[in-house]
């Protein structure tokens, strides 16, 4: 163990002083789980299912739902298998119990103290440990490898800026990496980075987000959705920020005036904004509504706000086309593959760093279209079923493009 680990985990162990304290606090502002919050103590509030256990984390809502396709793949390959997800913030929680695979449970991550690791290893006691994307906790993955749990890092992605960062850790890094028995990037840029790192031989599998399956809806509300609905030209802005707020409602102000009964349903990235979008909405003349205070939008609704995690999956499957949020603002994009895997057609913004790859595979395909937002209004006017179905047909091949991977980090099992 290097030095800067040693003196990383010698630090952790002081975090029990605070950690109870601070996460009561967190508790108080909404921010964690009432009846979970322990279980970043390393408490679980599940037990454990009979036979071998992987256990794969990832620290966003994008992130952890990307995985499922991965446990599908597995799944496959070992019928026996079950499967531990965790991750740290409340919202993916959320959005994951009604995503979970079969044989599959949801734990939050404990924080990253010896005391909480202890707990958490002795009590799941996992056959393979799958890290996810960039999220690496230093007193976790030690812990893992001390106990003799081999180490996966899969859809790893490291741009320049993230590079750079990590680089000034290098040697904390180095002793990190070496331990991972396999390490798969999305991209050739990233498997540069990690090498440089220490990472043992990264390989390139593309991203997971691809070959994830379609985000779930409950059938109920589905049906009674489409009923209030009632055939009403509708539109998406998915996970949206401000910047792309201002574009989608200036798009519709121009839509409405050829289609008086056009809805725009946006469901934000932060659900608690939503008063926030409607104020916006109704300062341009527009009636807006909120799903929590009202779940069906009136037939004179103008603007919906589906403010409420887990949304999408009920959306993407409702409208038409949608406009990929973060694509006009610093947060460089959100994963365009969600309405792919559900028949959805896709406009974006110029601005997908984030997604890059995804992005110019789809725009190569004619599966997706970049807007800019003066010509917004005019493509929501154009039929996009066929670039839907480009889409889907892009989602479909990538769902069965995760066996040979699946079979690798089965074999560390082994």
Avoid at 56 to 83: K, N, T
Wanted: charged share 20%; aromatic share 6%.
């Amino acid at each position: 163990m290097g030095w800067q680990l040693a003196a990383y985990r010698l630090l952790a162990r002081a975090l029990p002083l605070a950690a109870p304290a601070l996460l009561r606090r967190r508790l108080a502002r909404d921010k964690e789980d009432p009846a979970r919050w322990r279980e970043k103590l390393g408490e679980p509030t599940a037990a454990r299912p009979e036979g071998p256990l992987v256990w794969l984390h990832a620290v966003g809502l994008g992130e952890v739902l990307a995985l499922r396709g991965l446990i599908a793949a597995m799944a496959v390959q070992e019928p026996g298998l079950s499967f531990l997800v965790t991750s740290s913030a409340r919202s993916s929680a959320q959005v994951m119990a009604t995503n979970l695979p079969p044989r599959t449970q949801h734990q939050f991550l404990p924080l990253d103290a010896p005391r909480y690791l202890s707990r958490f290893l002795a009590h799941w006691r996992p056959g393979l440990s799958v890290w996810a994307e960039q999220d690496l906790w230093p007193g976790a993955v030690a812990a893992a490898d001390r106990a003799g749990v081999p180490l996966a890092l899969v859809n790893a992605r490291m741009n320049e800026a993230a590079f750079a960062r990590r680089n000034r850790a290098r040697g904390l890094y180095a002793d990190l990496l070496s331990r991972f028995r396999l390490v798969a990037a999305q991209d050739g840029a990233s498997a540069r980075h990690l090498a440089a790192l220490g990472a043992p031989a990264p390989r390139v599998t593309g991203s997971l987000k691809a070959a994830a399956p379609p985000l779930a809806a409950d059938p109920a509300e589905l049906a009674a959705m489409q009923g209030a609905l009632a055939g009403r030209p509708l539109w998406l802005l998915a996970s949206s920020h401000p910047e792309d707020e201002a574009v989608a409602l200036a798009a519709h102000l121009w839509l409405r005036q050829q289609d008086p009964q056009a809805l725009l349903v946006v469901v934000p990235r932060d659900p608690p904004r939503a008063a926030q979008i409607a104020t916006a909405a109704e300062a341009l003349g527009l009636i807006a509504t909120r799903k929590s205070l009202a779940p069906f939008p009136a037939r004179t609704t103008q603007v919906h706000i589906a403010d409420a995690f887990g949304e999408l999956g009920l959306w993407y499957r409702l409208a038409p086309v949608a406009l990929i949020g973060g694509t006009f603002g610093p947060t460089e994009g959100h994963n365009p593959w969600e309405p792919a895997a559900l028949d959805c057609a896709i406009l974006h913004g110029p601005r997908t760093a984030n997604f890059a790859a995804d992005f110019v595979q789809l725009d190569g395909a004619g599966a997706a279209l970049a807007i800019a937002p003066e010509t917004l209004a005019a493509a929501l006017g154009q039929d996009h079923t066929a670039m839907a179905a480009r889409a889907k047909a892009l989602s479909d091949a990538a769902s069965g493009s995760l066996a040979p991977l699946a079979a690798d980090l089965l074999g560390l099992m082994r």
